[in-house]
């Protein structure tokens, strides 16, 4: 079991960054894998980055590909996601995931893949 507490969201113009963190406690970090998912006004959750336990691999959907960045600290049992360049399309609650899917290296898009999950952080992006 593991549990997930998000952070830093909040309202920023076009063009200005954020950076969330999440918070993790519980069973050890290293066991997972992370992952951040957004939900958009009247949208699906959708995949945004994934990071295998070690870091050593990253996934990133189409859209956010260059502006932002996921990275982990074990040491610190926390995930990060530097976001930059937001756009308004970028306005959606955050979300944090763990997987232990293929023992901490699963870092797809698959929502199914990964079993636990923060409450959320809202971002919103005014233009």
């Known amino acids: 079991q593991v549990w997930l507490v998000e952070s830093g969201g909040g309202l920023v113009q076009a063009g200005g960054s954020l950076r969330l963190s999440c918070a993790a406690s519980?069973?050890?970090?290293?066991?997972?894998?992370m992952a951040w998912f957004r939900q958009g006004p009247g949208k699906e959750r959708a995949f945004v980055a994934g990071?295998?336990?070690?870091?050593?691999?990253?996934r990133y959907t189409d859209s956010v590909k260059g502006r932002f960045t996921i990275s982990r600290d074990n040491a610190k049992n926390a995930v990060y996601l530097q976001m930059n360049s937001l756009q308004p399309e970028d306005t959606a609650v955050y979300y944090c995931?763990?997987?232990?899917?293929?023992?901490?290296?699963?870092?797809?898009?698959?929502?199914?893949?990964?079993?636990?999950w923060g409450q959320g952080t809202q971002v919103t992006v005014s233009s």
């Open positions: 995931a763990a997987s232990t899917r293929y023992s901490g290296t699963y870092n797809g898009a698959d929502a199914d893949g990964y079993g636990y």
């Open positions: 519980g069973r050890t970090f290293r066991d997972y894998s």
């Open positions: 990071i295998t336990w070690t870091g050593g691999s990253t």
